[in-house]
């Protein structure tokens, strides 16, 4: 495997809340002495592939990330975010609290055409559901942001 040909001291694993702990701790290589964790344990957990496994265990889908956060081993939280503008911010408020908006981020124009930094757009077609998939799927939702994308960069945006 790539990982014993490169013998790593330092792992980093990024979104590391939606990855099995067993499936991290299976992959860490021996030569690892340090373990980087790179995530949001408030966000998505990890994917099982067996729905009755989540019923009868129902903590197996909670990922070493967010055990070790949960259990209060020091971890850094983001503090100051430098990427959404207040009113996107503002949406997530409720599950974070604490974070403040950076200077660089406070004077954003709205979206052109729209005059608005959030848009939000809503229909009441019914998701596709099919017994093969395991997930939904939604072709009208997906054509009306496919002309909403359309429309933004026939607007030159």
Do not use: W
């Not at 430098?82 to 974070?96: F, G, K, N, Q, W």
């Not at 608005?116 to 072709?139: A, C, G, M, P, W």
């Amino acid at each position: 495997a790539l990982f014993d040909i490169l013998n790593p001291a330092i792992v980093i694993v990024e979104e590391a809340a939606e990855i099995l702990e067993s499936h991290l701790i299976a992959s860490l290589p021996t030569s690892c002495k340090y373990l980087v964790m790179i995530g949001d344990h408030l966000q998505l957990r990890p994917t099982l592939a067996s729905y009755e496994l989540l019923k009868s265990e129902p903590n197996s889908n909670i990922s070493l990330f967010e055990r070790l956060v949960m259990g209060q081993v020091g971890f850094v939280r983001l503090k100051t975010q430098h990427r959404m503008d207040p009113r996107v911010a503002e949406l997530i408020s409720p599950t974070y609290p604490e974070l403040i908006n950076h200077p660089s981020v406070l004077n954003r124009p709205p979206l052109p055409g729209l005059n608005r930094h959030v848009t939000f757009l809503n229909h009441s077609t019914e998701e596709d559901t099919t017994r093969e998939q395991r997930s939904k799927s939604n072709i009208y939702e997906a054509n009306m942001v496919v002309g909403f994308a359309e429309l933004l960069i026939n607007m030159g945006i």
